[in-house]
């Protein structure tokens, strides 16, 4: 069975400092991707960054980072410079075919 | 903004009514994905549709129907309504053959409560 878990329900921090979500993962898949969304208040789920699993070198997107671990299925967001905007739910979320499969989430809050 | 487009945006209905909710593809994708948030949880894959077929369905009972259109449009249908069913209900679109892990972009979502 395709499991993702996060482990951390809620999570704070100040503005302008640093925050990491974790999330681990179980599949037998070789060729799939992992995912961060992010789903704030107006619940709009939008694509934070991708990692495909065949690629060695963790994925960036400005503000936003991961952590791929393939051999401990472990694929965490790392978020710099904490912003206002940033205040949202967070899923991991994993696809070795057809479907999405979400963690439970990460309420994290930015805090002023 | 993905360019998903969903309607409504909120639905009321009652308990055994029946139900269909909309979803507008982004431009160039033929695939589209429904899925079921209840609240404080993560979204679960109810099915997929790719050129007009079935691609795939998660554990959702028969009520839980679709359809695609030509255009890739989809529809959701639900019957028998129970208020279990009351959730967000988020569409996602992607191209490709839906055999293939890609990047799926989401739509705003209708939220279902059922009475």
């Known amino acids: 069975a395709q499991t993702v878990t996060q482990s951390q329900p809620e999570m704070s921090v100040q503005e302008a400092e640093t925050v990491t979500l974790s999330c681990t993962y179980d599949t037998s898949e070789n060729n799939y991707y992992l995912f961060w969304y992010k789903q704030p208040p107006s619940r709009q789920m939008i694509l934070v960054i991708r990692?495909?699993?065949?690629?060695?070198q963790n994925a960036t997107e400005n503000r936003f980072s991961v952590n791929f671990q393939k051999a401990a299925k472990s694929f965490s967001l790392k978020i710099s410079d904490s912003q206002l905007g940033d205040t949202a739910m967070y899923f991991c979320a994993f696809i070795g075919g057809n479907k999405l499969v979400f963690g439970a989430g990460t309420i994290l809050r930015v805090k002023s | 903004e993905t360019g998903v487009t969903q309607s409504p945006t909120h639905l009321i209905k009652t308990r055994g009514q029946q139900v269909t909710l909309r979803c507008s593809s982004q431009?160039?994708?033929?695939?589209v994905s429904w899925y079921q948030q209840a609240l404080g949880q993560g979204p679960q894959f109810i099915f997929q549709y790719y050129r007009e077929e079935e691609n795939g369905r998660g554990n959702f009972p028969p009520r839980f129907s679709g359809l695609q259109f030509p255009n890739y449009s989809s529809e959701l249908n639900v019957n028998a309504l129970e208020l279990d069913d009351s959730a967000l209900y988020l569409c996602?679109?992607?191209?490709?053959?839906?055999?293939?892990?890609?990047?799926?972009?989401f739509g705003p979502g209708t939220r279902l409560t059922v009475l």
């Open positions: 990692q495909e699993a065949y690629k060695q």
């Open positions: 996602a679109s992607t191209v490709g053959s839906g055999w293939a892990p890609d990047t799926q972009y």
């Open positions: 431009s160039g994708h033929n695939t």
